[in-house]
């Protein structure tokens, strides 16, 4: 059983939803972002989604944007992320960890040696924005082969025939982006969510999270009610761009312990 299943069977058993925080790797800087992780376990994470920087990092907004910016600064690449994610698993072993990001990268790096590497670093899942379903079965092959989830993504728009797809190759849990547009807007439509899941559930056995527009504890509990994860990246991010080297990792602790709370009342 993987850690992701695992986790979420626990979450099931107790009757509570996950909380799921995004972090940039490398932002806003290679020293922060393994005690950066540890920091959203201790707040409260049951799984942390890893992003690994990119220079067109299209699906995302301004916030997200920066962060890859900052982190590309300082030469962060695939290679670093990995290591990264190896230094975390060396004091953790049960938060499941989903690096989330592009497919050059990984294109650039080789699938296989890509996915043997993400075993031997602890990684669960894999989420690549620009691979879809229908073009990456190779790819994903290659993944499950060494144990990683891969995870991918359903929007408003998702048709039937991508919703069948999506169920019959993800693994771990479904990313449902809540909204049209990029990540950090701020237009969440909780009724559309509200009609939406269940559709989603009549196809999809495994955990849906719920991501984009989540921006306080508020619309985090709204949002909570209605799947079984919460996706909070760019108010996150957000907060480690207005924090000072003395006070990010502990800003960042506060306001996912805040998100953690709120999670819980639903």
Same mark, same amino acid.
């Given at each position: 059983m993987s850690r992701i299943q695992t986790v979420f069977e626990k979450l099931k058993l107790h009757k509570r939803k996950a909380l799921i925080p995004f972090v940039t790797a490398g932002d806003p800087h290679p020293k922060f972002t393994v005690p950066l992780l540890h920091a959203l376990v201790e707040a409260g994470a049951d799984v942390i989604e890893l992003g690994v920087p990119f220079s067109d990092p299209m699906a995302d907004g301004p916030t997200i944007q920066r962060a890859s910016e900052r982190a590309l600064k300082h030469h962060v690449g695939l290679h670093h992320v990995l290591d990264m994610v190896s230094e975390f698993r060396s004091k953790d072993a049960n938060t499941p960890i989903v690096l989330m990001g592009y497919g050059?990268?990984?294109?650039?790096?080789?699938?296989?040696?890509?996915?043997r590497r993400c075993e031997a670093a602890g990684v669960d899942g894999v989420l690549t924005v620009d691979f879809p379903p229908e073009e990456g079965h190779e790819a994903f092959a290659h993944?499950?082969?060494?144990?990683?989830?891969?995870?991918?993504?359903l929007a408003p728009t998702s048709?039937?025939?991508?919703?069948?797809?999506?169920?019959?190759?993800?693994? #771990?849990?479904?990313?449902? =982006?809540? &909204?049209? #547009?990029?990540?950090?807007? =701020?237009? &969440?439509?909780?009724?559309?969510?509200? =009609?939406k899941i269940p559709q989603l559930r009549k196809r999809i056995n495994l955990p849906i999270g719920v991501g984009f527009g989540i921006r306080d504890a508020a619309t985090a509990l709204a949002v909570a009610k209605l799947c079984d994860g919460v996706v909070v990246g760019s108010r996150i991010v957000q907060?480690?761009?207005?924090?000072?080297e003395q006070n990010v990792v502990a800003n960042v602790r506060s306001l996912v312990k805040e998100l953690r709370q709120a999670v819980d009342k639903a």
């Open positions: 050059n990268p990984i294109e650039a790096m080789g699938w296989e040696t890509f996915a993944l499950e082969k060494h144990g990683i989830d891969p995870i991918f993504l048709t039937d025939a991508r919703m069948e797809r999506v169920a019959k190759q993800a693994r #771990g849990y479904v990313y449902y =982006v809540s &909204l049209k #547009g990029v990540t950090g807007a =701020v237009h &969440l439509d909780l009724s559309a969510i509200k =009609v907060e480690i761009e207005n924090s000072n």
